[in-house]
RNA sequence: GCGGGCAUCGCCAAGCGGUUAAGGCCUCGGAUUGUGGUUCCGAUAUGCGUGGGUUCGAAUCCCACUGUCCGCCCCA
């Protein structure tokens, strides 16, 4: 047998309600906001993402899924998340011309080659939205709002916000060499993966979860250098002015010196929302800014802001909608009335289905039970007389009609 | 890439070396040739993830593989 590959799932329709009202709530809030939709290709050039999400994050270098095509010479990769796509696309479409800013949303499945566990798969969906265009903190609160917002609306209350900033690159290149002097003389003591990430990427050290390289930086005289306000007098103003945003609309939201988010792009504005329900894969929703990205992949220097939400992670988060019955049943012997009948319901507007393997009365009407809310019986009396027998099938009260 | 748990019908699940592999749900048929959601009866795994091995005998023990779940890493 034929089975799904490793860490892809079927969508079945038990769960499909739940997942069109994800997605309809997110397409109501976000279209209010006045967020177009776009659709971007699932696969995009290799390159796009080497650069665009980052040649040391570990989802370039070991979870994509890329293959030569073209007889070899042609590089493509199954999209391992969208912030990369789109602002190809903004680039590659004039959307600067556009009038500023301009604000996207998209959903669909990204692509990540890694073990799964609860909360991962290698195919998985993922809702975000990108602004681009306003360097204003109001950006930021908005975004952070919105995602809020998205959330609760799913019925995901009591969240709270981690925040952090990462500087511009001015400020972040000055923390990340006071950092590295700091750490330096335990650079012995640290974790392979952090002796590497000294050289890379210094500031993702910071996330660490090796109980060794956390108690190094829990040291007094390493700690005062990481909490220490590294960032530049801009950056600083811009943070402050994104929580007063954030205090007046009252979302809550914890300063978190450590969040330090694993794509290479963001600037400024980090943040993240978590859930405890979740397990090990706590991350509901993560994003930030990317003042640079746009600049990197070809286009115009543009600020710009988003976020990214697992969708499989909200799905196993929030209560399932259950499926509403039909509005009616028909029940007859007689098929060509009953599906003349089940055809004119429909064409009125309600949900209506009949039986078509000619099971005997009482088993129609056992099924109708179980799946409508009425059920239309036509036997010969009707048929003759020219009536409808209505059964409310949740009362059990029986009436004649004479029209549907 | 590295640890640990688990793998019996569409779903849940008993079985723990010995003749025909419980049970429940769902599905299908009947009791009941026009009144269901209550009840009763019947049907549905020659097979227990796959391949080897141990044994007179294996779903039950051993090995490998695969899958899945949980954790590490990382991320949504």
Known sequence: MIKAQRGTKDILPSDILTWQEIENKARNLFQNANYKEIRTPIFESTDLFKRGVGDSTDIVNKEMYTFNVGGGDTSITLRPENTAGVVRSYIEHGMDKLPTPVKLWY???????????????????????????????????EVIILAAEFLKA???????????????????????????????????NLCDDCKVRFEKNPLRMLDCKNEDCKKI?????IKKVINDDFICEDCKNHFEELKKYLDKVGIKYEIDKML?????????????????????????????????????????????????????????????????KLDYFVVSK??????????????????????????????????????????????????????YTVKNLESGVQEKVSSL
């Open 107 to 141: 959903f669909g499945p990204m692509f990540r080659y890694e073990r799964p566990q609860a909360g991962r798969q290698r195919q998985f969906h993922q809702i975000g939205l990108e602004l681009f265009g306003i360097p204003d903190a109001s950006a930021d609160a």
């Open 154 to 188: 799913n019925g995901i209350g009591n969240l709270v916000v981690s925040l952090n900033s990462l500087g511009c690159p001015d400020c972040r290149n000055k923390y990340k060499e006071k950092i590295k002097a700091a750490i330096k003389p335990y650079l012995e």
């Open 217 to 221: 930086f829990e040291k007094e005289e």
């Open 260 to 324: 330090v988010r694993g794509l290479d792009y963001y600037t400024r504005t980090v943040f993240e929302i978590k859930s405890t329900a979740l397990g090990a894969q706590s991350a509901v929703l993560g994003g930030g800014r990317y003042d640079g990205l746009v600049e990197m992949l070809g286009g115009k220097p543009t600020p710009a802001v988003g976020f990214a939400l697992g969708a499989e992670r909200l799905f196993s988060l929030i209560e399932k909608k259950e499926e509403d």
């Open 334 to 387: 007689f098929q060509d009335v009953a599906i003349k009948t089940v055809f004119e319901l429909r064409q009125k507007g309600y949900s209506a289905d009949f039986d078509m393997l000619g099971r005997k009365f009482a088993k129609q009407l056992e099924r109708a039970g179980k799946v409508a809310k009425k059920a239309v019986i036509i036997g010969e009396d009707e048929l003759e007389k020219g009536f």
